[in-house]
C-alpha cells in the first residue's frame, strides 16, 4: 500500500476536485492533473495542448495539468498520441493511521482484511475514521455492566477518574451520594470499587476504548477515551433492575449536575421484560444527552414479534444493535427487527480484552454493541457541538447497507464509523 504516515489531510483535501468516476468506482482526485505512462517519450516530446503543463515524473512517467479536461477527454488524447501507453486520474493518497497494538490484525471488526476466511471490507471501517479523530479523554462512556478490571494495562489509561473525588479517604468529596467513586461505582455490591469479577464488562470496554497507539494488546474504537465503570451484575453475570436503574441515574446525574461529559452508556444486557420505571430512566438519560446504546439479544428471535427489553424501549434516546459475523451476515444468534433494532455491528469472535491484562474472544450482541457505543463517543470527540441527536442521526443514516441486513434492522446495514463522521460534518476520510 502506498500511504504517507504522517500526512496534512487538510492542505490534501483542498486539492481535492469532485469525485470522479473511473473504472467502475467513484475516486478523489487532485484537480485536473492526470499520470501518463509514455516510456518512449521525453518531457519535451510529449505532445501536449498549449493550455496544458506537463512534468517529468522519471522513468518514463509525467503528470499532465490539463484544465477542464474530462476522464474522455483525455483517454481520447492518450489513444491518439504517439508514445503514450496510458492515462489515469492524479488520486490523491492520504495517510491510513494505523496503531501499533501487536494484536490489531486480529480486530476484523475494525479493519476486516479478510483475515480468518472473512470478507474484506466488512468492518467498521476504522481505519479511516481514525484519519479524522482518534478519540478524546474528554468524552467519557459508562459501561453499564459487571464492572471493568480498570487495572488492566489496556484499559487504565482511558479509565475515568472522578475529578471531584479524593481516592481512598472514605469522604463524598463531592457530594453525590456515592463515597469513593473514583471510577465509577458497584451497585450490586454497594461500593466504590466497580471491579469486573466475571469477565464481560471488561470485554466490552476494550472494544470501546482500550489504549490505541501504546504498543500492547489491542485498540479500541477510540483510541483514548474515558470509560466509567458501573457495576450492577454480579460474577454470575445477573443483576437486578433496580441496580440497572440506579447505574443509570448516576451517568445521567453526573452529566447534568457535574458536568461529567458521558455521551453514551452501553448497555450489554438484557432480559426481564418492560418495566416502565426502568424506561423512564432511560429518558432521563436521553433528555440529559446521553445515548442508550443496547444490545439486541442473542435468542435469534424477531424483535418486532418477541420484544427484547431494554432494546425495544422506543425511547429516541436508544440504538439497539445486532451482530454480524466476518462474512457480513447477521450472526445466527443475533436478534433482529425491521422497526424494533436499528443497526448491526461486528459482534462474532471478537477479540478484546479480560481481567487480569488477558485476551479473550467473545461472541454476542454484547459485542456488537460497544462497536456502536465506541461510535458514538468517537463522533463526539471530532465534533464537540454536535447533539446526541444528531449523533444518532449520522450514525444510523450512514451505515452500510448490506444485504443480509435489508428488512432485518431498521437501517438495513452495518455500523460505519468513517460515513458516521462525514454525516456529522467533521470532514471526509480518505477513501479505502
Do not use: C
Not at 198 to 224: D, L, Q, S, Y
Not at 299 to 311: K, L, M, Q, R
Not at 365 to 379: E, I
Request: zero cysteines; charged letters at 15%.
Amino acid at each position: 500500500p502506498r500511504a504517507l504516515l504522517a500526512a496534512d489531510l487538510g492542505s490534501a483535501s483542498s486539492a481535492l476536485a469532485s469525485r470522479l468516476s473511473w473504472n467502475g468506482r467513484d475516486v478523489d482526485v487532485r484537480a485536473d492533473t492526470w499520470v501518463v505512462t509514455a516510456p518512449a517519450l521525453s518531457e519535451t516530446g510529449l505532445d501536449v495542448a498549449a493550455t496544458w503543463r506537463s512534468r517529468s515524473l522519471g522513468e518514463g512517467f509525467f503528470a499532465v495539468t490539463a484544465p477542464g479536461s474530462s476522464a474522455d477527454d483525455m483517454v481520447a488524447w492518450a489513444s491518439r498520441t504517439a508514445g503514450v501507453e496510458s492515462v489515469e486520474p492524479d488520486v490523491i493518497i492520504a495517510s491510513a493511521t494505523m496503531p501499533n497494538d501487536p494484536s490489531f490484525g486480529r480486530l476484523w471488526g475494525l479493519d476486516n482484511t479478510g483475515q480468518s476466511g472473512g470478507v474484506a471490507g466488512a468492518d467498521i471501517d476504522a481505519t479511516r475514521a481514525w484519519d479524522v479523530s482518534t478519540g478524546s479523554r474528554s468524552v467519557v462512556v459508562a459501561v453499564i455492566d459487571t464492572g471493568v478490571d480498570y487495572r488492566h494495562a489496556d484499559l487504565a489509561a482511558n479509565m475515568w477518574r472522578n475529578p471531584g473525588e479524593v481516592a481512598g479517604n472514605g469522604i463524598d468529596d463531592d457530594r453525590n451520594g456515592f463515597v469513593d467513586d473514583v471510577h465509577g461505582w458497584d451497585f450490586a455490591n454497594a461500593d466504590g470499587d466497580p471491579f469486573d469479577d466475571e469477565g464481560h464488562g471488561t470485554h466490552v470496554a476494550g472494544t470501546i476504548g482500550a489504549v490505541g497507539n501504546n504498543g500492547v494488546g489491542v485498540t479500541g474504537v477510540n483510541w483514548a477515551v474515558s470509560i466509567m465503570a458501573l457495576k450492577f451484575l454480579g460474577s454470575d453475570g445477573s443483576g437486578s433492575t433496580s441496580d440497572a436503574i440506579a447505574a443509570i441515574n448516576y451517568a445521567t446525574r453526573m452529566r447534568r449536575d457535574f458536568g461529567v461529559n458521558v455521551v453514551a452508556t452501553n448497555n450489554s444486557w438484557g432480559g426481564g421484560g418492560a418495566s416502565a420505571a426502568l424506561r423512564r430512566a432511560i429518558q432521563a438519560g436521553g433528555d440529559a444527552g446521553i445515548r442508550f446504546v443496547a444490545a439486541a439479544g442473542n435468542e435469534g428471535v424477531n424483535n418486532d414479534v418477541t420484544p427484547s427489553y431494554p432494546a425495544n424501549d422506543t425511547s429516541a434516546a436508544v440504538i439497539a444493535v445486532a451482530a454480524t459475523d466476518r462474512s457480513n451476515r447477521l450472526a445466527s444468534f443475533s436478534n433482529y427487527g425491521a422497526t424494533s433494532v436499528d443497526i448491526a455491528a461486528p459482534g462474532a469472535a471478537i477479540y478484546s480484552t479480560v481481567p487480569g491484562n488477558g485476551y479473550a474472544s467473545y461472541s454476542g450482541t454484547s459485542m456488537a454493541t460497544p462497536h456502536v457505543s465506541g461510535a458514538v463517543a468517537l463522533l463526539a470527540a471530532a465534533n464537540p457541538q454536535a447533539t446526541a441527536a444528531q449523533i444518532r442521526t449520522a450514525i444510523l443514516s450512514s451505515a452500510t447497507r448490506v444485504t443480509s441486513l435489508a428488512g432485518k434492522v431498521a437501517t438495513g446495514g452495518l455500523l460505519d464509523v468513517a460515513e458516521a463522521l462525514t454525516a456529522l460534518g467533521t470532514g471526509t476520510p480518505d477513501r479505502k
